[in-house]
Nanobody, 124 residues
Framework: VQLQASGGGLVQAGGSLRLSCAAS????????AGWFRQAPGKEREFVGY????????HYRDSVKGRFTISRDNAKDTVYLQMNSLKPEDTAVYYC??????????????????WGQGTQVTVSS
């Protein structure tokens, strides 16, 4: 499976962006997906996770109520809708995938495939 993240950019605080993660390869609908981010000088951190069916999602506390993960398995694409963006959301955002799913979704070691990252910059 190959993943291609897109949709990043520069936005003012309070604004919105939608990131996309397009997958190529067989049966992406069988893969759960996660979003992670890495700010300069910081470790990569978990943002959110969606099961292969899209029936369940999980988020880090700091983005709950602001970010929403969804997926369209007919298009082999996972989305991260980010609203009410804050300067502290500035980071490179990565999508990742794991076959079937994982209970350890907040750990980057649980994922088999990664996209290349897309930069999100939120100005104050």
């Amino acid at each position: 499976v190959q993943l291609q993240a897109s949709g990043g950019g520069l936005v003012q605080a309070g604004g919105s962006l939608r990131l996309s993660c397009a997958a190529s390869g067989p049966a992406f609908s069988r893969y759960a997906a996660g979003w992670f981010r890495q700010a300069p000088g910081k470790e990569r951190e978990f943002v959110g996770y969606i099961t292969w069916s899209g029936s369940s999602t999980h988020y880090r506390d700091s983005v709950k109520g602001r970010f929403t993960i969804s997926r369209d398995n007919a298009k082999d694409t996972v989305y991260l809708q980010m609203n009410s963006l804050k300067p502290e959301d500035t980071a490179v955002y990565y999508c990742a995938a794991v076959l079937i799913g994982t209970s350890d979704y907040a750990s980057d070691r649980a994922y088999d495939y990664w996209g290349q990252g897309t930069q999100v910059t939120v100005s104050s």
